[in-house]
């Protein structure tokens, strides 16, 4: 029995395969072969019994984590409390195959908290959400002695279960069902995302980013940590938010890991000694093929910076450079100028898009987009979905300044010369500046310089 396996539906998108190929490899249990099994939920039960024999263990996710329960001969205690399995572990015992069923998204996010140095002894947490990963979350807050564990969830009910729960079970934390509309000015150390909200592949409603904006609202104190336990992008709209708001943030990635790690503990009933070492080692690993974390578009108003800073970052990271306008003019052989007014708007559109269609497919590739790239919406999709965009924003009177001697030979700056640079500027602004907020992030550039700018585009990148 050296096999293990994750089963859930669906399955394709888990990076479980990956993590423990790597284990196996690196902690000399060659034989130790892992797969990842597409298994519906009227197939449970079959899939257990006839194939127990083959397994020491399974990961478990959506949708069996809590109706597996009743399929299991023991339970852990944190398993039974949270009411969700993420790992089984199937054992010989007087010629019979008995299975355990266990929670290591409990320790997962406990591991991560502690190894991103945060103590919540005695403060006040929020959590968004009231499913399976929420209870494990809720169970962590507990153990680790918050003083108030919050809990905001769309279905109410569900929230109030979970306070019932462990407030029995946890005498030393107040948890506390609560709406967006009583939720206010509250000094909160945690907030943790939940939900699927901003999952890749989840179909995210329009209001996701409002969602969050509205509960970062009512945060007041300074140094909240957002964790989102979606590890899947690696900046997600929740993240995103925290970061406009100068939270620290912690992505799912660590929590995926540090479970996983428990899940080989469980299985091969052996502490691991060096799971900090493992866990950086394996971040690295899974990074090689993080794509999107090899593509930067940069967007913003003509003059803002774009193809100086794409350039600098080029040269930094020995990337590739694709400047759509520059590409456009030595394709055609003229300047865009000249192609704006001899073949029209709507033909520079089209060659944008292909040289953008083209980059997301590139690694290692930093693009500096042109000015109106993306008033087309399927730009836009497809750059969020294949890299990262950020969007260098600058004042309006900024703007002038900088583009004062070359407007004349801006196509879209030409028009409506009764207006002064300044009001021209600001109503092409007016249009396009909500394509820009579409941006993961957004870098002012009013009081630095290129250099500067391009310093912060590459932290971007590295954050978690
Ligand atoms: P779940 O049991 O299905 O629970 C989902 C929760 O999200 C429910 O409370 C649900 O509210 C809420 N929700 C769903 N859609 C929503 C929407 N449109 N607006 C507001 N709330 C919404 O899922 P889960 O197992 O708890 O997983 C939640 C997330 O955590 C997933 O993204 C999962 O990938 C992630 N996760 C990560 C790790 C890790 O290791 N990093 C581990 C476990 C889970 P209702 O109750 O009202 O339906």
């Known amino acids: 029995m050296t096999k293990g396996a994750v089963i859930g539906s669906p399955i394709s998108h888990s990076l479980s395969p990956r993590i423990f190929s790597f284990l196996s490899k690196n902690l000399n249990r060659g034989n130790f072969n892992y797969e990842a099994i597409e298994v519906k939920s009227e197939d449970l039960s079959t899939f257990l019994e006839q194939n127990k024999s083959k397994y020491l263990g399974l990961n478990v996710t959506i949708p069996h984590k809590e109706n597996i329960l009743k ?3 023991s339970l852990s205690v944190e398993a039974s409390t949270v009411g969700a399995v993420n790992c089984v572990h199937f054992k010989k015992d007087a010629g019979r195959i008995l ?5 290591t998204d409990i320790s997962g996010f406990a591991e991560s908290l502690t ?18 990963a929420a209870r494990a979350v809720a169970y962590a807050l507990g153990s680790l002695k918050a003083a108030e564990v919050l809990i905001l969830n769309k ?17 030393g934390t107040k948890y506390l069902p609560i709406t967006l509309e009583n939720f206010h000015n509250k000094d909160l150390a945690l907030i943790v995302n939940a939900t699927p909200l901003g999952m890749e592949n989840y179909g995210q409603p329009d209001d996701t980013k409002l969602f969050f904006t509205q509960i970062f609202q009512f945060v007041t104190s300074k140094n ?33 890991i540090f479970q996983a790690l428990k899940s080989w503990e469980i299985w091969f009933e052996q502490p691991l000694q060096n799971k900090i070492e493992i866990k950086k080692d394996l971040t690295k690993e899974l990074a090689k093929t993080s794509s999107r974390s090899e593509r930067i578009f940069l967007t913003g108003f003509m003059g ?4 100086t800073v794409a350039k600098i970052v080029a040269e930094q990271m020995g990337w590739t450079l694709v400047d759509t306008d520059r590409a456009i003019e030595k394709q055609i052989g003229t300047s865009v100028s000249e192609v704006f007014s001899n073949k029209g708007e709507a033909f520079f559109r089209t060659l944008e898009a292909k040289i953008i269609q083209e980059a997301c497919k590139g690694s290692k590739v930093i693009v500096a987009l042109g000015g109106g790239a993306l008033m087309n919406a399927e730009n836009v999709r497809i750059i969020k ?41 600001g109503n092409l602004m007016k249009a396009r500046e909500p394509q820009y907020k579409e941006a993961h992030f957004e870098i002012s550039t009013d009081n630095t310089t290129d250099v500067g700018v391009a310093k912060e585009v590459i932290r971007k990148l590295e954050l978690k």
Do not use: C
């Not at 995103?240 to 100068?246: H, L, P, Y």
């Not at 004042?395 to 028009?415: G, I, Q, W, Y």
């Open 71 to 73: 399929n299991l001969d």
């Open 99 to 103: 299975s355990s069923g266990h929670n």
């Open 115 to 132: 190894e991103n140095k945060v103590n919540l002894k005695g403060k006040t947490a929020l959590i968004l959400g009231a499913g399976g």
């Open 155 to 171: 279905t109410k009910s569900r929230a109030q279960e979970i306070a019932a729960d462990f407030n029995s079970q946890f005498t």
């Open 224 to 256: 909240t940590v957002a964790f989102d336990l979606i590890y899947k992008p690696k900046i997600t709209p929740f993240l995103e938010t925290a970061e406009r708001k100068g939270f620290s943030r912690i992505g799912g990635l660590d929590m995926l």
């Open 304 to 307: 803002v910076g774009k193809s």
């Open 385 to 425: 979905e294949s890299g990262l965009l950020v969007y260098l924003s600058a004042k309006e009177e900024k703007l002038a300044e900088r583009l004062k001697n070359s407007a004349t030979s801006r196509p879209l700056l030409r028009h409506d010369q009764s207006l002064t640079l300044i009001e021209r500027i």
